[in-house]
T-cell receptor, first 111, second 113 residues
Framework: GNSVTQMEGPVTLSEEAFLTINCTYTATGYPSLFWYVQYPGEGLQLLLKATKADDKGSNKGFEATYRKETTSFHLEKGSVQVSDSAVYFCALWQAGTALIFGKGTTLSVSS | NAGVTQTPKFQVLKTGQSMTLQCAQDMNHNSMYWYRQDPGMGLRLIYYSASEGTTDKGEVPNGYNVSRLNKREFSLRLESAAPSQTSVYFC????????????FGPGTRLTVT
């Protein structure tokens, strides 16, 4: 069945450092891919999405490119801020199936 | 707009007690979901309702029941709580056309002793 694997955390960075959170997926066909973010004490919210191969999703300085050849959708940000501290979830969706989440990666940014 | 609201925010139950978690959305969405979030497990789907009048099991439905009361409200009931149901519960909603773009409530932290 479909599944999502993302790097285990926590990821601890200093402010203005470069961020990469790895995500790979297993699916038949051509799923859509997403990153959700959960700030402390809140529910998840959609951060960015890519619905076909080679698409790049971007939002709030975060980017991720849908790479079918490596079945990956890594999240990147050039310069993180303290306010980016949160849990990040990679997710996969195909028509007729439920949204499938990875286990989440905790990011902690210090000033 | 309040978005997705959940009550209560916190709850402590003893083993065997029952309770209902309430969820409401004001975005006129057709689809609603209940998830549980456990450390190291990510989010797991308990039940969902694709549209008013329908409900279906997700990945971990055992020990739970749901009711889609109307288009706005979707409740989750624990008939006989067990310590394994200690978790954070999230309700979410989405449009039928964009099932992947789900809007989440703030969660209910449930402890079963």
């Amino acid at each position: 069945g479909n599944s999502v694997t993302q790097m285990e955390g926590p990821v601890t960075l200093s402010e203005e450092a470069f961020l990469t959170i790895n995500c790979t997926y297993t699916a038949t066909g051509y799923p859509s891919l997403f990153w959700y973010v959960q700030y402390p004490g809140e529910g998840l919210q959609l951060l960015l999405k890519a619905t076909k191969a080679d698409d790049k999703g971007s939002n709030k300085g975060f980017e991720a490119t849908y790479r079918k050849e490596t079945t990956s959708f890594h999240l990147e940000k050039g310069s993180v801020q303290v306010s980016d501290s949160a849990v990040y979830f990679c997710a996969l969706w195909q028509a007729g199936t439920a949204l499938i989440f990875g286990k989440g990666t905790t990011l902690s940014v210090s000033s | 707009n309040a978005g997705v609201t959940q009550t209560p925010k916190f709850q402590v139950l003893k083993t065997g007690q029952s309770m209902t978690l309430q969820c409401a959305q004001d975005m006129n969405h057709n689809s609603m979901y209940w998830y549980r979030q456990d450390p190291g497990m990510g989010l797991r789907l308990i039940y969902y309702s694709a549209s008013e009048g329908t409900t279906d099991k997700g990945e971990v439905p055992n020990g739970y029941n749901v009711s889609r009361l109307n288009k706005r409200e979707f409740s989750l009931r624990l008939e006989s709580a067990a310590p394994s149901q200690t978790s954070v519960y999230f309700c979410a909603s989405s449009e039928l056309a964009e099932l992947y773009e789900q809007y989440f409530g703030p969660g209910t932290r449930l402890t079963v002793t």
